[in-house]
């Protein structure tokens, strides 16, 4: 049990609150939570490569980090205008 | 580990359910990502960093942007075709 | 390694990529050669194999993975007779749909012969597999393409409704058949065939036997067998003919040939003491499927919906075949298999050559308005001999080893079941025939019309003569379901090749040794002929007199008297709603039912 | 049967076949303690045998190279599917954009132009997520990721310029011929890679090229090219899926802000 890991477990019980946010309120808080939620998976799987001595699984952080700000913007473009 | 292991694995049946009981699809589609997103880390520490790369690229855009175009297009057609009745009564109105 | 060996999936599927390269820059007829270039060759390339592996089955191995120390590596095609055969036979259907649809399809681009071709590759590799992955994935590739031409006509609402409740259904029975594959894999470590079996040894516990029952529920979906094969009238309903040929003729006992497969090499060992039970549950789920799509076969007046569930009832037939476990009755049941898809392919042609004239499909609507065809409809009633097992056809031979081998395990009432079913099946096609060629009988009341699809977008209008191209194929079609019953030595070769394919650890030995074991010649024993013949005799003529009794106006004064029969068809009908949720509940039912019997049975 | 009696029959069902699932799970080996044979002789032997790091795409693309080529024919074939099913029926080709148009000004639907930050930082993405595309589908065989995780990011890119508003340029990259070829052409790539193997007198898909260093990019003989293939294929058939949908269902909606 490194500190790592310890930090990831921390991390872990903040996407508590997205998870609820994601499942109840209106449309727009429903994707700041997501957004919210991508955020803190980023950093999670940054803690968990480190915690596993890994490094070429910082990867998948990185796609994350790409890949978020797209994901966000699919649901924006697709609310605002036409569902 | 295990308990980080166990308490993903509970995350992942909660938000699996969560998502089948959201009825709205656009809703649900946004709970489908962050299932996506839990399930992604479910996979990565259970030692499978590529289905955990699978997952989040796929999760990310591709797959939020396909069932948005289908509910666009399912929503045009339903438009259209609540149009097309429309103008058949006015012109049997006529 | 033989270089043959994979070239049936190869070809095929070199020609989709090319064809879908090219897509709008080729011209029609370029694709059209291609495409049955491609089908001709992987036929005969299987059909060498076939010759091949008759006295010694062959393996192969991709990427050269040979087994190390027993232990499978790699994938694994295995080659016997059966599994070759059955690739020859899937191209020679093919063949027959691409030619037929060289008139057929007016204004299309050439993605229907990409589609038609990944079928065709799906389902070779889907036979020739030896791995339980490599069998889910050629399961899946077979889906898709299969979901894609069964929704080809997309205009109507009614071919969307009947793909999609395909899809869905098919669908879950994959993920039931990859859950059962990955329970076999945290068992034992192993995804080959030969690997899995032999590591299972004698293990009968219940993960094994819920890992089983949940990967043949899942290849049963594709059977079409009861309770599963709701979604097989829908889509054959709507699917254009040809793919039909390629969906009644091979598809659905493809599912039924992959049960075997995967109980043979796997799971022979561990279920042999209990393989009454597998063959009591197997029996009834057979049974049901014969004699309810027989009923249902007989209440349509849609006739390709009719054929489809003929489809269903004979498939509970080779059901039935399989589930004595013996190898007679496979070679039975293989006999039977070939001599049916050939016979269904000819009736499906006939129908679609219906379509492509009059422009309709309906009973009613064709009344009498194919009495300018009169070889087109020679055809349509070969076909209906071949379904109800006429002597020189496929079908007889299959049937006469099947009965033969239940009689002497003490299940002689299979003899009514199976004469029941093509009784009725066979029936239903003599009575479309007599009314539609002959225009004899009553009319049926068009006020009570279907609610057809408009078919005629399929084709370009009625036609005023039938196309060589569309009868030649139905007509060879017809031929081949009656000389797949009278080629000398064919009942022997076929009962070695079962011998062989039913060896538990003679496959084991073959895959994971390499070892050298020639198949066996195996004495055949000669079954009564006599009451063999006179049965199908009477099973030819019980249809006729039924078929004749159904367009004289007695049947309908006799449907008012007999409200019994009248209710309990209305309430299968009802049964077969439509509604793709029912159909998940049926679905559901199935699998808790099989599992619970086969579990139950087992344990005690 | 209507739908109380059908949720109740299917509860019963789904009921039974979760406890027969529960029996069987419970004679399954214990968590984290893996049995078979096959995974360690993998893990043991693949460094040995294809001088790679990551054993999973040496599953993939080598020990078991046939089930990708199957999956990704699969993936060719939902395209071509997807193409068939949402075709343009041939009655409503000439369907009048105008009215729709009219009818989307009128209920109010003309939206602006994404904002100019929008526009920046989404433009300013595709360059990097097409050379991290890049980096994954190349170094497929010694990190995890490959050429399919590879071309779903590169497929990202074009889609990221649709989202920041620049339909033309989508267009332009995504053009309905180049992507359907070039899903074709690593397809037919990924195929007759296979072939020397078989030609040279092993089997389909046996390794030909010399292996390299371990843990070099130019390592692990067949594999990368045969990644790079997959990568192609998959980044065209997924940007040519995201087409076909845009042109059935957005086009007529697009056309009056272009």
Known sequence: ?83 | ?94 | MNPLVPLPLLIPLAAAFLLGLLNKRCPRWFADSIAILAASATGVVSLILMHESALRPIVYWYGAWTPRSGIALGVDFYVDPFSAGLAAFVCLLALASFIFSLHYFDSVGNLFHVLMLGFIAAMCGFSLSGDLFNLFVYFELMSVAAFALCGYKTEEPSTQQGAINFAVLNTIGAFLALLGLGMFYARTGALNLAQIGRTLGHDSGVLVVTSFVFVMCGLLVKAAAFPFHFWLADAHAVAPTPVCVLFSGIMVELGVYAVARVYWSLMDGALAPHRSALTGVLLVVGTMTALLGACMCFAQRHIKRLLAFSTISHTGLLIIGFALLKPGALAGAALYLIGHGAAKGALFLVAGILLHRCGSIDEAHLYGRGRKMPWTGAVFVLGGFGLVGLIPFGTFAGEHAIEFIAERNHQGWLDIVFFLAVTITAAAVFRVYARVFLGRGTRLSSGARLKTVDERRETSGPHNHVPAVMFLPAFALGLLAIAAGCIPGETHAVLTAACAFADHAGYQARVLEGAFLPIQAVASEHAPLLSSVLRSLGATLAAIALAVFAISPAWDRGRIYSRPFARSMAFIRRLHSGRVGDYVAYFAFGVAAIGIALAFLIAS | ?258
Not at chain 2, 28 to 39: A, D, N, P, T
Not at chain 4, 191 to 197: A, K, M, N, T
């Open chain 1, 1 to 83: 049990m490194n500190a790592w890991l310890m930090g990831a477990d921390v991390l872990l019980f903040t996407l508590v609150p997205c998870g609820i946010a994601v499942f109840r309120g209106n449309a727009i808080e429903r994707l700041v939570a997501l957004e919210m939620a991508g955020i803190v998976q980023t950093i999670l799987l940054v803690f968990l490569a480190e915690a596993f001595h890994r490094p070429s699984t910082y990867d998948l952080a990185l796609a994350m980090a790409l890949l978020t700000f797209g994901g966000g913007l699919v649901f924006a473009r697709f609310l605002e205008r036409w569902l």
């Open chain 4, 1 to 258: 049967m209507n739908r109380r009696v059908r949720r109740w029959f299917f509860l019963i069902c789904a009921c039974a076949i979760f406890g027969l699932f529960v029996s069987a799970v419970r004679q399954m080996p214990t968590f984290g303690h893996y049995r078979g044979p096959y995974g360690d002789i993998l893990n043991r032997e693949t460094v040995y045998e294809r001088h790679i790091t990551d054993v999973v795409t040496a599953v993939n693309f080598d020990w078991r190279g046939i089930d990708t080529l199957g999956e990704e024919s699969i993936l060719f074939l939902s395209v071509i599917g997807t193409l068939v099913l949402l075709r343009k029926p041939s009655s409503e080709v000439n369907d009048s954009h105008d009215e729709n148009d009219t009818a989307d000004k009128r209920k109010g639907r003309e939206i602006p132009l994404p904002s100019a930050a929008t526009r920046v930082a989404t433009l300013g993405l595709v360059g990097p997520l097409v050379v991290f595309g890049l980096y994954i589908v190349a170094h497929g065989h010694l990190t995890p990721g490959g050429g399919f995780q590879g071309g779903v990011i590169l497929a990202t890119a074009p889609l990221l310029v649709y989202l920041a508003g620049d339909l033309k340029s989508f267009k332009r990259i995504a053009n309905h011929e180049t992507v359907q070829i070039g899903e074709a052409l690593g397809l037919l790539g990924f195929l007759i890679l296979g072939l020397p193997g078989m030609i040279r007198g092993g089997a389909y898909l046996r390794n030909v090229l010399p292996l390299g260093t371990s843990g070099h990019v130019f390592s692990g003989g067949m594999i990368a090219p045969i990644n790079v293939c997959t990568g192609v294929a998959v980044s065209a058939g997924l940007v040519a899926v995201t087409y076909v949908f845009l042109e059935h269902t957005l086009e007529t909606r697009l056309r009056g802000r272009r």
């Open chain 2, 1 to 94: 580990m295990l308990v980080l292991q166990a308490t993903i694995l509970i995350f992942v049946a909660i938000t699996a359910t969560a998502v089948v009981f959201t009825r709205q699809p656009v809703r649900q589609v946004v709970g489908l990502s962050f299932y996506g997103i839990i399930l992604g880390l479910l996979f990565f520490i259970l030692q499978a960093p590529d289905v955990a790369l699978s997952q989040i690229t796929i999760g990310a855009v591709a797959l939020p942007l396909m069932f948005m175009l289908s509910l666009a297009k399912i929503r045009r057609d339903a438009e259209e075709r609540k149009r097309r009745e429309e103008s058949e009564h006015r012109r049997e109105a006529a």
